[in-house]
């Protein structure tokens, strides 16, 4: 096959589904990263929800 043989079509398609896949590489790189945050965020969420649940132990509320 030569290269000069490659229907017009065909190489369309080809550069459509490579443009799709960039995209939804973007989109899952930027759902990672949403997600990544989040999971650096929850370490300190974990030490107030604790720090909460001690001081209404200790105020007797629970």
Excluded: C, F, Q, Y
Aim: glycine share 4%; net charge negative.
């Amino acid at each position: 096959m030569n290269r000069a043989e490659i229907d017009t079509d065909d190489l369309l398609k080809l550069v459509l589904l490579l443009v799709v896949a960039w995209l939804l590489l973007e989109i899952v790189g930027a759902v990672l990263d949403i997600a990544s945050w989040l999971l650096d965020a929850l370490p300190p969420l974990i030490g107030i929800a604790l720090v909460v649940v001690i001081a209404l132990h200790l105020a007797d509320r629970i």
